[in-house]
């Protein structure tokens, strides 16, 4: 069906647009699934650590273990002066994913479902006429334009189906950057943990990382940052960062990082107050759906698809009033820690490093860390946190001027 008019047309071919489209064809919709780029998966914009529930969702379960490439167990965090809080869970905290073949694993799983694909189609109009969303597209077969009932908009950061539904920009982005390679020297690479570096002169507003990315000496470091400026001299910086060769267990200086590739790329945080409109919806990193406190976006964007089609299915139909619908739910449930998690980073945002240095310190605690163990999800940091303060009154006077936003938190 090259023309006429279809139930959903999905624009982006990222993880969270290729999962919508699975869902949207598993509920017998007709559906156009659109994206710019020719080949998916690159180029590649992520450190590709996810939570494990990832792969229970519905079909990502069928993915293969070939996407996944380290167990993650725990992680050391640095405070600025070097102090470490060491995670350890018993069962898995997260994933090293393979992210490119990932992206494309989902995408085929789109299209085992039916979805019409048009990759190397760039959608440069949308606009509604007579109840309907016309989207025009240039690219490999030259002008053309599709039409649906509905339109869902997965299209990352600098959507243009967010701006054709009339909603607001996400109040502010991050600054990332993703950098695969190979480390040599006299190193012991961590494969099950994760290395986390904070501090304001590595990465302000949020942290540095260590990922391991398979077998071997294959690493993934990076860095996000709510500070503007160049963000490679930030990489290059933490390269030489003592905290970073203490972890990687380097006796003297003989570490050396071979990169092999980089990404330089915003995330998008704090979801707007309304992400739908008049059959519209945007989901993923165009609803700036990133964790505020990780830039992590994959999950929570797959969840809001399984949310959104649950719904759809709950219904019997993809109307209006059932995009309204799972708005209103997704804010009460999954949406709800996610918006949450603005709390906790206006607090980052405002803490100093002696003050995460006396933090990670407080934390260190045998019980706190048994609780942070037992509990610690990384897409949870607000139950988390909730949990821990119950427990721990006392750290609300730990800094007094975070106290009423730490209430806040329990309640
Ligand atoms: C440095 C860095 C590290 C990160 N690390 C992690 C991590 O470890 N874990 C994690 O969960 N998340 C991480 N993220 C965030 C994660 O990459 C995103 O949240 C995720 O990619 C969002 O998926 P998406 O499908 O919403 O958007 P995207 O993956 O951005 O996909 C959007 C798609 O829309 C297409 N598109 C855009 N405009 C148009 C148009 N006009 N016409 C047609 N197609 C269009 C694009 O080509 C693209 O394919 C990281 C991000 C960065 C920058």
């Given at each position: 069906?090259?023309?006429?008019?279809?139930?959903?047309?999905?624009?982006?071919?990222?993880?969270?647009?290729?999962?919508?489209?699975?869902?949207?064809?598993?509920?017998?919709?007709?559906?156009?699934?659109?994206?710019?780029?020719?080949?998916?998966?690159s180029?590649?914009?992520?450190?590709?650590?996810?939570?494990?529930?990832?792969?229970?969702?519905k079909?990502?379960?069928?993915?293969?273990?070939?996407?996944?490439?380290n167990?993650?167990?725990?992680?050391?965090?640095?405070?600025?002066?070097?102090?470490?809080?060491?995670?350890?869970?018993?069962?898995?905290?997260?994933?090293?994913?393979?992210?490119?073949?990932?992206?494309?694993?989902?995408?085929?799983?789109?299209?085992?479902?039916?979805?019409?694909?048009?990759?190397?189609?760039?959608?440069?109009e949308?606009v509604?006429?007579?109840?309907?969303?016309?989207?025009?597209?240039?690219?490999?077969?030259?002008?053309?334009?599709?039409s649906?009932?509905?339109?869902?908009?997965?299209?990352?950061t600098?959507?243009?189906?967010?701006?054709?539904?009339?909603?607001?920009?996400?109040?502010?982005?991050?600054n990332?950057?993703?950098?695969?390679?190979?480390?040599?020297?006299?190193?012991?690479v961590?494969?099950?943990?994760?290395?986390?570096?904070?501090?304001?002169?590595?990465?302000?507003?949020?942290?540095?990382w260590?990922?391991?990315?398979?077998?071997?000496?294959?690493?993934?470091?990076?860095?996000?940052?709510?500070?503007?400026?160049?963000?490679?001299?930030?990489?290059?910086?933490?390269?030489?960062?003592?905290?970073?060769?203490?972890?990687?267990?380097?006796?003297g200086?003989?570490?050396?990082?071979?990169?092999?590739?980089?990404?330089?790329?915003?995330?998008?945080?704090?979801?707007?107050?309304?992400?739908?409109?008049?059959?519209?919806?945007?989901?993923?990193?165009?609803?700036?759906?990133?964790?505020?406190?990780?830039?992590?976006?994959?999950?929570?964007?797959?969840?809001?698809?399984?949310?959104?089609?649950d719904?759809?299915?709950?219904?019997?139909?993809?109307?209006?009033?059932?995009?309204?619908?799972?708005?209103?739910?997704?804010?009460?449930?999954?949406?709800?820690?996610?918006?949450?998690?603005?709390?906790?980073?206006?607090?980052?945002?405002?803490?100093?490093?002696?003050?995460?240095?006396m933090?990670?310190?407080?934390?260190?605690?045998?019980?706190?860390?048994?609780?942070?163990?037992?509990?610690?999800?990384?897409?949870?940091?607000?139950?988390?946190?909730?949990?821990?303060?119950?427990?721990?009154?006392?750290?609300?006077?730990?800094?007094?001027?975070?106290?009423?936003?730490?209430?806040?938190?329990?309640?």
């Amino acid at each position: 069906m090259a023309s006429g008019l279809r139930d959903v047309i999905i624009v982006g071919a990222g993880p969270v647009g290729s999962y919508a489209s699975y869902l949207a064809a598993s509920q017998s919709l007709s559906t156009v699934l659109i994206d710019r780029r020719s080949a998916i998966g690159s180029p590649l914009k992520c450190a590709g650590l996810v939570n494990p529930g990832v792969f229970d969702l519905k079909g990502i379960n069928k993915l293969g273990p070939d996407v996944i490439l380290n167990d993650i167990i725990g992680a050391d965090v640095f405070s600025p002066s070097g102090s470490i809080l060491q995670l350890r869970g018993r069962k898995t905290k997260a994933f090293s994913i393979e992210r490119a073949l990932f992206d494309r694993k989902m995408f085929f799983l789109a299209l085992e479902n039916k979805v019409e694909a048009y990759l190397g189609h760039k959608v440069v109009e949308i606009v509604r006429s007579d109840d309907y969303w016309k989207v025009r597209t240039i690219g490999v077969s030259g002008d053309r334009t599709f039409s649906a009932k509905t339109l869902i908009g997965c299209d990352g950061t600098s959507s243009i189906t967010r701006r054709a539904l009339g909603i607001e920009k996400p109040g502010t982005v991050l600054n990332g950057i993703s950098v695969e390679g190979t480390i040599s020297g006299d190193v012991d690479v961590p494969r099950n943990i994760v290395g986390v570096f904070v501090g304001e002169n590595t990465a302000k507003g949020l942290f540095a990382w260590y990922i391991p990315n398979g077998e071997n000496d294959r690493v993934k470091l990076g860095l996000s940052t709510t500070e503007g400026g160049n963000i490679r001299e930030k990489f290059d910086i933490f390269l030489n960062d003592p905290r970073l060769l203490t972890f990687i267990g380097s006796k003297g200086d003989k570490m050396a990082f071979k990169p092999t590739s980089m990404t330089i790329s915003p995330i998008p945080i704090g979801v707007p107050s309304r992400i739908c409109s008049e059959n519209g919806i945007i989901l993923g990193d165009s609803a700036a759906m990133a964790k505020a406190t990780s830039g992590g976006g994959i999950y929570p964007g797959l969840l809001a698809c399984k949310d959104l089609f649950d719904e759809v299915e709950r219904s019997g139909d993809i109307s209006n009033k059932t995009i309204e619908r799972f708005q209103s739910n997704w804010r009460k449930g999954n949406g709800k820690e996610l918006m949450r998690s603005n709390l906790i980073r206006s607090i980052i945002d405002d803490i100093s490093d002696s003050e995460i240095d006396m933090l990670v310190d407080r934390l260190g605690n045998k019980k706190i860390l048994s609780l942070i163990n037992e509990k610690g999800d990384i897409d949870r940091p607000v139950e988390l946190g909730a949990a821990i303060l119950k427990e721990n009154p006392g750290l609300l006077m730990l800094i007094p001027r975070f106290m009423p936003k730490l209430i806040k938190l329990i309640r």
